[in-house]
């Protein structure tokens, strides 16, 4: 019996396919390579130590997905498979649609097809809006969106549960995660962007290496203990590690759960960046500049349910995620052109 990782080649899905590994599930990995590179997959398989099976296949493309379940006996699905830029989404909707929400219900309509009805989901923070207040808590109410990258995530949400109201043999785990940052500790795999990053971290990181300027930090007038955006940071290995135990979970139970993964600590811009110089002895040049439309002040988690359901809780500190984003970065100024 195996896993299957949809998006197995991207950030979080390469971080997650080693630990997956590491805890003993076989795993065959799909990507379409849109934003990921076959040199990912090259040193996942090194640090994995194995031949892991790879299938180069859309998430639309139903012929694709039948031909690897038929090859294979996939017991569960972790899905990460999807396009993740938020600005993209505003000037690109339909595209957005069709590859998240229409990706992800052709694939569920696969899974039935052979019977395998379970699936660990790539949700995100995103969904619980505007309007709630940190630490968030998954019994919050979900949808007040403001883009359209988050507004799949919500509807995809919706429809898993419709499909696990419909089929109690389904079990469907949406975990929403924070802001994953960091990298595997041996600086092989990480985040590679394409262009100029739009989030936090891999924008340091460029700054740091030289290849950009300065950084931007957008607002100072928040109401926070330093005027800048707090969030909560997650290392990416971490995040890793509650997919494994939510994989765990999901074999053992049915029906929709959704689970926040993150610290439940919440820094700011400006922590962060002393953090990372800290961390690695390199300045951060940055200028304070107007606020980014669409930001929240503050969005952290209550980790809790995690803790209590999956028996899992985030371990790395922000040094760590300094520190290993840095030597991804730094052994890698090209990501994995280099
Ligand atoms: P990523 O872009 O690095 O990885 C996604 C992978 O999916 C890529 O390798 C891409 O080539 C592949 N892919 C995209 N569309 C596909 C399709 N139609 N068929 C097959 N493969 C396809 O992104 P990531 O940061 O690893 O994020 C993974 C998931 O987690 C995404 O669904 C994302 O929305 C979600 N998420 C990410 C963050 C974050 O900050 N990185 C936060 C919350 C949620
Ligand atoms: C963004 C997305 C969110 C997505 C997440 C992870 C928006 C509105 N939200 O969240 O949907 O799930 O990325 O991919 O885009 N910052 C700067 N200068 C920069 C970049 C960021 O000051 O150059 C600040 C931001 O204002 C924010 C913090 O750093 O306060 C983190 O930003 P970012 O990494 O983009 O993540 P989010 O905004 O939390």
Excluded at 33 to 44: H, I, M, Q, V
Excluded at 104 to 118: G, I, P, S, W
Aim: one cysteine or more; glycine letters at 10%.
């Amino acid at each position: 019996m195996a896993i299957l990782i949809t998006g197995g080649c991207g950030y979080i899905g390469s971080h997650t396919a080693i630990e997956m590994t590491k805890a003993g599930y076989e795993i065959v990995i799909l990507d379409n390579f849109y934003n990921s590179k076959p040199e990912a997959l090259r040193r996942l398989r090194e640090l994995a130590g194995r031949e892991i099976p790879f299938y180069k296949c859309d998430i639309r493309d139903a012929e694709g997905l039948r031909r690897i379940f038929s090859e294979n006996s996939i017991e569960a699905v972790v899905h990460f498979a999807g396009l993740k830029a938020v600005g993209e989404s505003v000037s690109k909707p339909l595209e957005y649609y069709e590859n998240n929400v229409g990706g992800t219900v052709n694939l569920c309509q696969v899974m039935a097809e052979a019977d395998c009805k379970r699936m660990v989901f790539s949700s995100s923070a995103t969904v619980y809006g505007m309007n709630n207040p940190s630490p968030l808590r998954e019994e919050m109410p979900t949808g007040a969106v403001t883009n359209p990258y988050g507004r799949t995530k919500y509807i995809i949400e919706e429809i898993l549960g419709d499909v696990c109201k419909a089929d109690p043999e389904w079990t469907v785990i949406n975990l929403r995660y924070f802001n994953p940052i960091g990298a595997h500790e041996s600086g092989r795999i990480g985040e590679d962007p394409n262009g100029i990053p739009n989030n936090l971290m891999p924008y340091i990181s460029q700054v740091a290496i030289g290849k950009l300027e300065k950084l931007s930090v957008f607002g100072n007038d928040y109401d926070t203990h330093d005027g800048t955006g707090v969030r909560d940071y997650i290392h990416v290995v971490d995040l890793a590690l509650g997919h494994v135990r939510a994989l765990d979970y999901a074999m053992k139970h049915k029906g929709a759960e959704a689970i926040n993964l993150g610290t439940g600590t919440g820094y700011s811009v400006l922590d962060i960046i002393k953090a990372f110089e800290d961390a690695n002895s390199v300045p951060v040049p940055y200028q304070i500049v107007g606020r980014r439309p669409g930001d929240i002040a503050v969005c952290y988690s209550d980790p809790s349910k995690a803790e209590r359901l999956l028996g899992w809780k985030a371990e790395r500190t922000i040094r760590d995620m300094c520190r290993d984003s840095w030597r991804w970065q730094s052994n890698n100024p090209n990501g994995f052109d280099s």
